[in-house]
């Protein structure tokens, strides 16, 4: 692949009102997605755009809604909207494209812009360096006559129907009645829909992260910091928590004790449950090479497989449509269910679990545990400039510790695709060595980066 100059591993993100997350990139963005996309037909062309509820979502919208319209292109805008829903409207609207402007997990500080075809998959690597080529053009280029400059419009029920499609997703015969719900929304984009489809199923809701300011996104809240849902669980003695990331595409889930259930856990949940019901395509699921070796044995143990994929719920979805999967994702709680949606939801992923604690009689602490994990370590190691993973020594020690390892564990090394960081992890049964074998390429990644 082509290096890219705006793109990376989820679309374009970084620091808000620094290259490349600025007002001019975000026009250019505009222009170029717009321009690629209208050079199909003579018909008029159409785009429609999500957010969460970063401040800078006030400056990058305006500026996609420019470049946008001066191609001719008309815009629908959603307002604040979890990133699954942008790729369902795309798909419900029969827009040419969707646009989601987030930062995901990260802190209010950044922000982002993910692309959506017309299907509602995400945009392939070659689509986005077709873009990236005509980003580089002049600003000039291919705009719209005075007379064809496109249309924008907001569209003012997408929240409910985005909520109409995610309750269509729960069992009919069942409701959620005698059910007490902690839902964390992490200030973000689901801090509407996602307490709504719970209550209008019948749960009782105990809201927490639904009062965003533009600045309190993901700040001690939601996924990544699950200690808000659990403080709430335990305060008011409630059967599950939900929390879910800044654009609610992924999801953590605690059980009525506390404890934390991830993406791996979730997975095996919801394919045991599926598979047990003849719903499990693909003979399997579709998980990332971060998935823990207690799934990929919990699976064989049921005739089930484990396909693994690079790091990406965009690399998840490939290989789920290549082979036939409806169940793949993330150990960081990406769980995408394709007989519902194009790619990762929270809400969903939740829906599918509420419906198994529903249907049985245990408690969510009795579900939470569907394997014994493997011992896996991870740790990340930010960097300033250079490529560390370049460094002989690095490569020597990496070399080195695998060996170690030999077949009884697993070791991934890689650089993150949207942040500067390396991320070391390490598995293993024996816990000692996958704790020093860390600690030796941790070491020798952070001398090379120095």
């Not at 692949?1 to 505009?30: C, K, W």
């Not at 305060?235 to 889930?253: T, W």
């Not at 080195?400 to 077949?407: F, P, R, T, V, Y």
Request: glycine fraction near 10%; proline fraction near 4%; hydrophobic fraction near 40%.
């Amino acid at each position: 692949m082509s290096n890219r100059a705006y793109f990376g591993t989820d679309g374009i993100r970084g620091q808000a009102n620094t290259h490349p997350m600025t007002a001019e990139v975000a026009l250019r963005v505009g222009l170029a997605a717009g321009k690629l996309f209208m050079s199909r037909d003579d018909r008029r062309h159409m785009v429609v755009i999500g957010k969460d509820t970063r401040l800078s979502g006030y400056m990058v919208e305006p500026a996609l809604v420019a470049g946008f319209a001066s191609v001719g292109m008309d815009v629908r805008l959603l307002g604040p909207m979890p990133t699954p829903g942008v790729a369902m409207m795309t798909r419900s609207l029969r827009a040419d494209l969707g646009v989601m402007i987030s930062a995901s997990h990260n802190a209010f500080t950044d922000n982002g812009i993910k692309l959506f075809g017309p299907s509602g998959y995400k945009l392939s690597d070659e689509r986005e360096l077709e873009i990236e080529a005509l980003m580089d053009q002049s600003l000039q280029e291919g705009l719209a006559k005075p007379t064809d400059l496109g249309r924008v419009s907001r569209v003012d029920d997408s929240q409910a129907r985005y909520v109409e499609i995610a309750k269509a997703t729960f069992p009919r015969r069942l409701n959620l009645s005698g059910l007490r719900v902690v839902i964390d929304c992490a200030n973000g984009a689901a801090y509407k829909v996602a307490p709504t489809v719970l209550y209008e199923l019948g749960a009782e809701i105990i809201p927490v992260g639904i009062s965003p300011n533009g600045m309190n996104i993901n700040e001690e809240c939601g996924s990544t910091h699950p200690e808000a849902m659990i403080r709430a669980v335990k305060e008011y003695r409630a059967d599950i928590g939900i929390a879910l990331d800044g654009d609610a595409d992924r999801l953590v889930i605690c059980d009525e004790r506390g404890q934390v259930v991830d993406g791996d856990q979730i997975m095996a949940l919801i394919a045991g449950n599926w598979a047990a019901r003849d719903r499990l395509n693909g003979g399997g699921i579709v998980a990332t090479v971060y998935s823990n070796l207690g799934l990929e044995r919990f699976m064989t143990a049921r005739g089930l497989t484990l396909e693994r994929t690079a790091v990406g719920d965009r690399s998840v979805m490939k290989r789920m449509r290549e082979g036939g999967f409806n169940v793949g994702g993330e150990q960081s709680g990406h769980i995408i269910l394709s007989d519902f949606s194009t790619t990762g939801d929270g809400l969903l992923a939740a829906l599918q679990v509420l419906t198994v604690l529903k249907e049985g009689d245990k408690p969510m602490s009795a579900l939470a545990r569907q394997f014994e994990p493997v011992p896996q370590k991870m740790e990340n190691i930010r960097f300033s400039s250079g490529k560390p993973l370049e460094a002989d020594k690095v490569k020597a020690t990496i070399a080195a510790a695998q060996e170690k390892l030999g077949s009884a564990g697993r070791l991934v090394v890689r650089a993150s695709g949207t942040e500067p960081l390396i991320r070391v992890m390490v598995e293993a049964d024996d816990e000692k060595l996958v704790a020093s074998v860390v600690k030796e390429i941790s070491s020798a990644v952070k001398k090379a980066a120095a």
